[in-house]
């Protein structure tokens, strides 16, 4: 039996992005659709698996606690919270991008964040302070840095939970299991998706389709193919599902390609973590991020990156690619027993993986490593360092002469067991490439027109992550362009309604 399916709007995608694009064309006065490819056990995307960090522009501790009205009037009288502008955010959006994100849209990103954020908490997602990784103790008082200050209750599984109830609570329709596959355009027009449903195929009518499945990043020939050959022995660190079918089926209506497809985010990741993301273990718990504190070594036992050349939010993203570099992939974090106890949350969880011994000889008899090399790489790093103050919480240049690579910050002798391996991959979060979208998240054409009922937002959509992106714009762009695209797209069928009525 065929049915016949009418919707004002279809969302493709259950993560961020769609979500609150779903949400915002409901406002609207839409009747909407959310198409998503996972079941109901796999859905929310990358979204669900991020630390729930979300980068907004703002003005002071004030403009922080309308976000997080829980905090309390102690709690705040022992917090110090630099001002973090609009001018300031955009200016590291542009810093990491090497001033290659397109202006408009990185305006729009930034000038749209605090707004959408309010947006967000009026759906009911609930906003804390992100003590754990963006803050440090100083005279008595939680100092904030990083721009990074608020992240989203129970991380990413809490932001998803949040955004499906308010998604019940309008009557968003749901389909799970269902792949958008292709899109219908008559005479400029979009007309329909077709969906891939339980080996069924279903057309659903409608005038407008906003697109928020995701990058590319799981797409292992794509990646090979646009990325790098090495990338497609990447760990996939979020959504199996994000495998470029959104981008394939806008290009397929003419839509421009737009940004660095050639450029991906990526860390260092558990050498050990699942191949893709595992919904049962959502939270971004596999990251090893304390390296600024260690020197990595390679199999060939020797060094690759200066890893102290900077705060870590401003190095990890660059360095997954160059872990991918080295020979099977792999690289080992190493520390002592000084530094141990200063080391991230994710490293004393069951799941970090790590050889440990009480003398460096013992350690690297247990690694797949050239093991000459690698005592004589840790010998002349220890020769290597210079006196100075140890300060973990800063940059404190203290660091090492006469090496290749230098270690520029952090700099402690290796020397006090037991000491610690933890071996690391690369993991892709997500690939840069995508489409090309106008500031109100319409999908232009090769012309640069937009395409008469279709829009985009999220991590598929190009041009405003190059080389790198500021930690915690993936979810504040995802929110910004997807309530735009909701917006947007209900207007535009508004529009299109009075013109039939006439
Ligand atoms: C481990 C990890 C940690 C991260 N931590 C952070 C962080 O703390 N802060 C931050 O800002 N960013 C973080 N990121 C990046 C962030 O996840 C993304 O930038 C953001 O979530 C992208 O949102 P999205 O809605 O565009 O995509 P997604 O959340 O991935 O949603 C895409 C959706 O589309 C669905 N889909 C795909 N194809 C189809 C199809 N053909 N039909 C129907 N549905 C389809 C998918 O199943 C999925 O539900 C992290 C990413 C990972 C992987």
């Given at each position: 039996?065929?049915?016949?399916?009418?919707?004002?709007?279809?969302?493709?995608?259950?993560?961020?992005?769609?979500?609150?694009?779903?949400?915002?064309?409901?406002?609207?006065?839409?009747?909407?659709?959310?198409?998503?490819?996972?079941?109901?056990?796999?859905?929310?995307?990358?979204?669900?698996?991020?630390?729930?960090?979300?980068?907004?522009?703002?003005?002071?501790?004030?403009?922080?606690?309308?976000?997080?009205?829980?905090?309390?009037?102690?709690?705040?009288?022992?917090?110090?919270?630099?001002?973090?502008?609009?001018?300031?955010?955009?200016?590291?959006?542009?810093?990491?991008?090497?001033?290659?994100?397109?202006?408009?849209?990185?305006?729009?990103?930034?000038?749209?964040?605090?707004?959408?954020?309010?947006?967000?908490?009026?759906?009911?997602?609930?906003?804390?302070?992100?003590?754990?990784?963006?803050?440090?103790?100083?005279?008595?008082?939680?100092?904030?840095?990083?721009?990074?200050?608020?992240?989203?209750?129970?991380?990413?599984?809490?932001?998803?939970?949040?955004?499906?109830?308010?998604?019940?609570?309008?009557?968003?329709?749901?389909?799970?299991?269902?792949?958008?596959?292709?899109?219908?355009?008559?005479?400029?027009?979009?007309?329909?998706?077709?969906?891939?449903?339980?080996?069924?195929?279903?057309?659903?009518?409608?005038?407008?389709?906003?697109?928020?499945?995701?990058s590319f990043e799981a797409n292992k020939n794509w990646r090979s193919e646009h990325i790098g050959e090495e990338w497609e022995a990447a760990i996939v660190r979020g959504?199996e599902?994000n495998t470029g079918?959104?981008?394939?089926?806008?290009?397929?209506?003419?839509?421009?390609?737009?940004g660095e497809w050639e450029g991906c985010h990526s860390i260092g990741t558990d050498y050990n973590a699942p191949k893709v993301g595992?919904?049962?273990?959502?939270?971004?718990?596999f990251k090893k991020?304390?390296y600024?504190?260690?020197?990595m070594l390679n199999k060939d036992g020797k060094r690759f990156v200066?890893e102290?050349?900077?705060?870590?939010?401003?190095t990890y993203a660059k360095y997954g690619r160059e872990i991918l570099k080295q020979p099977g992939h792999v690289a080992y974090q190493?520390?002592?027993?000084?530094?141990?106890?200063?080391?991230?949350?994710?490293?004393?969880?069951?799941?970090?993986?790590?050889?440990?011994?009480?003398?460096?000889?013992?350690?690297?008899?247990?690694?797949p490593v050239d093991?000459?090399?690698?005592?004589?790489?840790?010998?002349?790093?220890?020769?290597?360092?210079?006196?100075?103050?140890?300060?973990?919480?800063?940059?404190?240049?203290?660091?090492?002469?006469?090496?290749?690579p230098?270690?520029?910050?952090?700099?402690?002798?290796?020397?006090?067991?037991?000491?610690?391996?933890?071996p690391v991959t690369c993991g892709i979060t997500f690939s840069f490439g995508?489409?090309?979208?106008?500031?109100?998240?319409?999908?232009?054409?090769?012309?640069?027109?937009?395409?008469?009922?279709?829009?985009?937002?999220?991590?598929?959509?190009?041009?405003?992550f190059y080389e790198n992106y500021?930690?915690?714009?993936?979810?504040?762009?995802?929110?910004?362009?997807?309530?735009?695209?909701?917006?947007?797209?209900?207007?535009?069928?508004?529009?299109?309604?009075?013109?039939?009525?006439?």
């Amino acid at each position: 039996m065929s049915h016949t399916h009418n919707y004002d709007v279809v969302v493709v995608g259950a993560g961020n992005a769609a979500l609150c694009a779903a949400i915002a064309a409901k406002e609207g006065g839409a009747s909407v659709l959310v198409l998503e490819k996972g079941s109901i056990e796999k859905r929310g995307g990358n979204s669900y698996f991020t630390d729930g960090a979300i980068r907004v522009a703002y003005n002071n501790l004030d403009a922080i606690r309308k976000i997080i009205p829980k905090l309390t009037d102690d709690e705040a009288a022992n917090i110090v919270m630099p001002e973090y502008t609009e001018q300031d955010y955009y200016d590291d959006l542009m810093r990491v991008t090497s001033g290659k994100s397109d202006p408009q849209l990185g305006q729009q990103l930034v000038s749209k964040s605090y707004d959408t954020i309010a947006w967000m908490q009026n759906q009911g997602i609930n906003f804390e302070l992100n003590y754990d990784n963006q803050s440090f103790l100083q005279d008595g008082k939680r100092h904030f840095w990083g721009g990074l200050p608020i992240k989203t209750e129970n991380k990413g599984v809490g932001l998803i939970k949040k955004l499906f109830e308010r998604a019940q609570e309008l009557s968003i329709e749901i389909w799970y299991d269902s792949r958008a596959i292709k899109l219908n355009k008559e005479d400029e027009q979009i007309t329909g998706v077709v969906v891939q449903k339980e080996n069924e195929s279903i057309t659903v009518n409608t005038f407008g389709v906003i697109l928020a499945c995701g990058s590319f990043e799981a797409n292992k020939n794509w990646r090979s193919e646009h990325i790098g050959e090495e990338w497609e022995a990447a760990i996939v660190r979020g959504t199996e599902f994000n495998t470029g079918d959104g981008i394939t089926m806008a290009l397929e209506v003419g839509a421009q390609k737009y940004g660095e497809w050639e450029g991906c985010h990526s860390i260092g990741t558990d050498y050990n973590a699942p191949k893709v993301g595992d919904f049962a273990k959502p939270g971004d718990i596999f990251k090893k991020h304390s390296y600024p504190y260690s020197i990595m070594l390679n199999k060939d036992g020797k060094r690759f990156v200066d890893e102290g050349a900077d705060l870590r939010n401003y190095t990890y993203a660059k360095y997954g690619r160059e872990i991918l570099k080295q020979p099977g992939h792999v690289a080992y974090q190493l520390y002592d027993a000084q530094v141990r106890p200063m080391l991230r949350k994710e490293y004393d969880l069951e799941e970090a993986t790590f050889f440990q011994a009480d003398t460096l000889e013992e350690l690297v008899n247990l690694l797949p490593v050239d093991k000459k090399q690698f005592l004589d790489t840790v010998s002349e790093y220890n020769r290597a360092v210079e006196e100075g103050e140890y300060k973990p919480a800063e940059k404190d240049g203290k660091g090492t002469k006469g090496i290749t690579p230098l270690k520029s910050n952090w700099a402690l002798r290796i020397e006090q067991g037991p000491f610690y391996a933890f071996p690391v991959t690369c993991g892709i979060t997500f690939s840069f490439g995508g489409l090309h979208v106008d500031t109100t998240g319409h999908v232009l054409d090769a012309r640069e027109e937009p395409i008469n009922g279709l829009f985009a937002a999220g991590e598929m959509i190009g041009g405003i992550f190059y080389e790198n992106y500021p930690g915690g714009s993936g979810l504040m762009s995802g929110a910004v362009f997807g309530k735009l695209a909701g917006a947007s797209a209900a207007n535009y069928i508004n529009r299109e309604r009075t013109e039939l009525a006439k």
